[in-house]
């Protein structure tokens, strides 16, 4: 009886040291800044964490809004660019330029004189939005080089034609054009000649166009085909 009596105190003492000993260890892990998580079935709660910590990487490096995640290669050389692809985004003044999901350069521009909204027709100084395309490349613009865009898109050609604003005959070759991936008319009331062009991004100063300065003109010129996607978002 005595001997068991010792058994039990010497364990409980035992129990005592081994708590002790988990309670500092869990105190010092506290001060350096250590955290616990309860384990989870099957590892869920592991897969879970890092998909979150991936998805906040991924977010991070997403220099514009809705589109996928992207690497960035500023030093990409041009000629090496395969699929340029042109996101502008009026609000930030910006244009970035994608090849596949690698942002491989992103430049300051200019706008129309009035940059607020959509183009509606002719003379608005508005700057169109929407999905483009490159219908046709200058290399001796008024301003330097130019791309000239495919507006009016099929949006817009639809919207004016509800509106009255164009004739059906109208509506129709603006939407032949750009079944065939050609330049729409520009002389109806939606008006045309939406280009992207050089001259200079130090401020909202063109007719509707989208203004660079003459060295990224000359790089984007370089890398932009026929045919090239053009976004142009709010």
């Not at 929407?130 to 008024?142: A, E, H, L, V, Y």
């Not at 034609?161 to 164009?166: E, K, N, S």
Request: net charge positive; aromatic share 10%; hydrophobic share 35%.
């Amino acid at each position: 009886m005595k001997r068991s009596l010792r058994v039990g105190r010497l364990r409980c003492t035992e129990a005592k040291r081994h708590g002790s000993w988990m309670l500092w260890l869990w105190l010092a892990m506290v001060a350096a800044g250590c955290t616990f998580q309860s384990p989870s079935p099957q590892g869920q709660l592991e897969s879970t964490s890092a998909q979150e910590v991936d998805k906040t990487a991924q977010e991070r490096s997403r220099p514009f809004e809705d589109l996928k995640p992207v690497r960035i290669d500023y030093l990409r050389p041009t000629e090496e660019v395969r699929s340029a692809e042109l996101y502008i985004y009026k609000d930030k003044r910006r244009l970035y330029v994608m090849d596949g999901d690698v942002l491989v350069r992103n430049y300051p521009i200019g706008l129309g004189k009035n940059p607020k909204g959509d183009k509606k027709c002719e003379g608005d100084g508005r700057t169109p939005e929407g999905s483009f395309f490159i219908c046709f490349k200058n290399p001796r613009s008024r301003f330097f080089k130019s791309l000239a865009l495919s507006y009016p898109s099929q949006r817009h050609a639809e919207q004016a034609f509800a509106a009255g604003l164009i004739s059906p005959t109208q509506y129709r070759d603006i939407i032949l054009a750009l079944d065939r991936l050609l330049q729409p008319p520009w002389d109806t009331p939606l008006g045309g000649g939406i280009y992207i062009h050089g001259g200079g991004a130090h401020g909202d100063w063109t007719d509707g166009c989208i203004a660079l300065y003459n060295s990224d003109m000359s790089e984007i010129y370089q890398m932009a085909r026929l045919g090239t996607r053009v976004e142009v978002r709010p």
